[in-house]
């Protein structure tokens, strides 16, 4: 995650702001804590509380994953460019059980993020998400189980599924094998 300075952005932005941690969290919903575990990468936040701070800053989330502030009218990432945040854990120091790739972190001005999510972790815990936008997931790899609100769909190799993302969602591993997914989020 230091690689995108997730955490120095962030405290970029609530600085500029003249927020307190304490401010910041009660308007996303967020401890103190996390926030200052976020700002001093401790934590390497979900997709869902990225795009959550994001729409509190107003903000779009490929801020965050941005390399520098010029803006491009395309962008061209190459697979060994990518970069990778390597395991999403929760403030409890328990993994959530997958990472992601950005595939755009140049281009700022967007109105999709699209990732490559890879599930392979076995996790303790099973935290759902909600977030405002939309979702779609494509499986390139394996066979996951999406829960959303109350149900468990299962989708395999070559499925996909496009939903609300303000519905509680998490994915998981159907079998504990690795799972490679296609995920494009909207805010």
């Given at each position: 995650m230091s690689e995108y300075n997730i955490g120095a952005k962030l405290k970029s932005l609530r600085l500029s702001k003249k927020l307190?941690?304490?401010?910041?969290?009660?308007?996303?919903?967020?401890?103190?804590?996390?926030?200052?575990?976020?700002?001093?990468?401790?934590?390497?936040?979900?997709?869902?509380?990225?795009?959550?701070?994001?729409?509190?800053?107003?903000?779009?989330?490929?801020?965050?994953?941005?390399?520098?502030?010029?803006?491009?009218?395309?962008?061209?990432?190459?697979?060994?460019?990518?970069?990778?945040?390597?395991?999403?854990?929760?403030?409890?120091?328990?993994?959530h059980g997958y990472s992601y790739e950005s595939l755009s972190f140049r281009k700022q001005s967007k109105k999709m993020e699209p990732f490559i999510l890879t599930l392979n972790d076995t996790v303790s815990e099973y935290t759902t998400y909600s977030h405002e936008g939309e979702k779609f997931l494509y499986i390139l790899k394996g066979t996951a189980e999406i829960w959303l609100d109350e149900e468990r769909i299962t989708l395999e190799e070559g499925d996909s599924i496009y939903f609300d993302s303000t519905m509680k969602h998490r994915f998981l591993s159907k079998n504990g094998s690795e799972v490679k997914i296609l995920s494009v989020v909207t805010q």
């Open positions: 307190t941690l304490q401010a910041v969290a009660k308007e996303t919903g967020f401890s103190p804590a996390l926030i200052s575990q976020i700002e001093n990468n401790n934590v390497s936040p979900p997709i869902a509380t990225l795009s959550k701070i994001a729409k509190f800053f107003d903000v779009k989330i490929g801020m965050f994953f941005a390399e520098s502030e010029e803006e491009c009218k395309f962008e061209i990432v190459r697979k060994s460019e990518r970069k990778e945040i390597p395991r999403v854990i929760s403030p409890a120091g328990t993994s």
